[in-house]
């Protein structure tokens, strides 16, 4: 009886220790937190979780829309691997989103330097500049559709009828040379304006002064947006950067209206592949497993993300 | 309704179609309507073509849509080629290799060759052709009855300028992709029988007749009496869109109609095949081969199912 007592107090001793523990760690009212979170915990578990999860599997089986899944292993994988046409979308895959981002980066901070300097109707300017990222994509992709259309198009007709620039019309969205070039140059125009105000609210933040004690030191204007704009907008700008690096690699409207993923898979995305993968060959294991195929790689850059931003938030 | 493992559904329509060419043009040069792509509509395109206004010979697609799918799947049987033999099995690069190099070659050297196709087709879409054609840009296209349905709908004036014909052929006849309506009726449904009704009240002849005046030749007939309808001669553009649906054949001829079949349209591969060759630069032999390990692929997973 005595040992047992001994046992339950210790026991007891110990309990307490962890609670207070916990409590020193959490705060007085950690009961109450594990309250609010377990709502939040099933929810996530339940809509982002479990679909994750189902998706990884449905990618290891022989699924077509109708029929039970067929559990395959890697196989989706392995023959992805050695299939020359997702090797090509991988590729285009890249090539438009580093391009694209390439480019949205640098009008990004010519747009937020103009903005930034004392120009009439700056406030006009700031909401004209913002109409590509506002507007409906499909709209957007459907205009630049008719302004690339070699035929009827109002690019070909400016640089052949009215400028005579050119001889003959160019097929923008039909030429290897020009085709993912058009698709990188939509996708520029929507995007570059995200870029461009997210640097602008990181211009107007960065203090005066340093400007002045620059100015003072005799720094010249390159010098002054080398040596405090540029560190002084650094964090948003990898912010924005890794940000419209998913978005742009997940890109479908722009590449689906514009090209369908052709000529011959000239422009052929990850996005778009998946779609026709899953919805024109109703193949879902493997339309899934072309999605999921460069997570990893994805994954990589939301911790990169993720990382930043609670370092950030440390400082 | 699913009888012995087949599915059996009541034919409504099909989709009338035919090449869609200005008689006008062909009048003003003394040309005849042409039967066969090469020579007849080669030559018409050339010599009708007037590239300094814009004016081109032909508008015909190799791009991933449904109109590239139906003239790549449709020069391969003109030229006696197909994707698929007999028994429904892979044929593109083996069975049929050469006739589908020939073929393809032709179908590329539209563009690249004769250059009777106006800049910027190979990204066209469905309605790309639609645009060139009433925007006065091309002398002819193939089109299924709806660009001549729109023109007469909306008084254009090329409508009366526009001869529709069968769509023209190759060395082994003239094969048209089929396009064909049906009506089916879930077996699980709640009201099979007022489904049933319905399909019988649309199909009653004198409905039918009704809808298929109103669509101007978009309402091919699937049924004997219906194509010996006194409608079809009302028009002489008819008669192209009647010989189309009367010589159509399914995905995967000669062989069967196959899951595989339908899946390879519906992945566009042929169209693929024919990008890479002007695209991509592959030579056509290179792209068949290339298109080939695709669909067997796609016959493999089907063939699993």
């Known amino acids: ?315 | 309704m699913q009888l012995n493992g087949q599915y059996f559904g009541v034919a409504r329509q099909a989709f009338g179609a035919g090449l869609h060419i200005r008689k006008d043009l062909l009048a003003e040069k003394g040309l005849k309507l042409p039967k066969v792509y090469d020579p007849d509509v080669i030559d018409v395109a050339k010599k009708c073509q007037d590239p300094s206004k814009d004016l081109w010979g032909f508008g015909q697609t190799l791009n991933r849509c449904d109109d590239g799918n139906g003239f790549m799947q449709n020069i391969l049987w003109d030229y006696g080629g197909s994707a698929w033999d007999k028994d429904g099995k892979p044929a593109l690069a083996t069975t049929f290799l050469k006739e589908n190099t020939v073929a393809l070659q032709f179908a590329v050297d539209t563009i690249q060759k004769h250059k009777i196709q106006p800049p910027g087709v190979m990204a066209w879409t469905d309605p790309s052709n639609n645009e060139a054609y009433m925007a006065g840009k091309l002398v002819s296209t193939n089109n299924g009855a709806s660009l001549y349905y729109a023109m007469v709908s909306k008084k254009h004036a090329l409508a009366d300028k526009t001869q529709v014909v069968l769509t023209p052929g190759g060395p082994a006849g003239s094969f048209i992709f089929s396009g064909t309506y049906n009506w089916g009726i879930f077996k699980a449904s709640k009201h099979a029988d007022l489904c049933e009704d319905l399909v019988r009240w649309v199909e009653d002849e004198k409905r039918f007749e009704e809808y298929m005046k109103s669509s101007i030749g978009q309402a091919g007939a699937v049924y004997k009496a219906r194509a010996e309808h006194p409608y079809w001669k009302t028009d002489p553009n008819f008669e192209g869109m009647l010989q189309n649906i009367l010589r159509s054949v399914w995905p995967g001829y000669p062989g069967p109609i196959t899951p595989a079949a339908i899946e390879v349209q519906a992945q566009y591969i042929l169209c693929d095949m024919a990008g890479r060759v002007v695209v991509g630069g592959l030579s056509p032999e290179a792209a068949l081969k290339e298109a080939h390990k695709r669909i067997e692929d796609v016959y493999r997973i089907r063939s699993r199912a």
Request: charged residues 10%.
């Open chain 1, 1 to 315: 009886m005595a040992v047992g007592a001994a046992q339950v107090g210790a026991k007891a001793g110990l309990n307490g220790r962890v609670r207070g523990g916990l409590k020193r760690v959490l705060g007085p009212d950690h009961r109450m937190g594990y309250l609010f979170v377990t709502p939040i915990f099933f929810f996530v578990l339940s809509l982002v979780g479990y679909p994750f999860c189902y998706a990884i599997y449905l990618s290891m089986t022989h699924k077509l829309v109708g029929l039970p899944p067929v559990f395959v292993g890697f196989e989706n994988y392995v023959r992805l691997t050695w299939d020359g046409f997702f090797q090509r979308a991988v590729v285009n895959s890249f090539i438009f989103t580093f391009g694209s981002v390439g480019f949205k980066l640098v009008l990004g901070v010519v747009m937020a330097l103009v903005l930034m300097s004392p120009i009439r109707w700056r406030s006009f300017w700031t909401g004209v500049l913002l109409i590509p990222w506002v507007a409906p994509t499909v709209v957007s992709a459907l205009n630049f559709l008719w302004i690339f259309d070699g035929s009827l198009g109002v690019l070909n007709y400016l640089l052949v009828r009215v400028f005579h620039v050119l001889p003959q019309g160019i097929g923008w969205l039909s030429e290897p040379g020009t085709a993912m070039a058009s698709v990188v140059a939509v996708n520029i125009w929507r995007g570059f304006p995200f870029f461009g105000i997210s640097f602008l609210a990181a211009m107007k933040a960065i203090p005066a002064e340093l400007y002045e004690a620059a100015a003072v030191d005799g720094a010249t204007t390159l010098q002054r947006f080398r040596h405090v704009t540029l560190p002084g907008i650094r964090n948003i700008m990898i912010i924005v950067v890794l940000l419209s690096t998913i978005w742009t690699f997940n890109d479908f409207q722009i590449v689906y209206i514009l090209t369908k993923g052709g000529p011959g898979g000239t422009t052929m995305v990850m996005p778009v592949l998946t779609y026709e993968t899953a919805f024109g060959a109703q193949r879902l294991g493997e339309a899934i497993a072309v999605a999921l195929y460069l997570l990893p790689v994805l994954a990589v850059t939301i911790m990169v993300l993720a990382r930043y931003m609670r370092r950030g938030r440390k400082r």
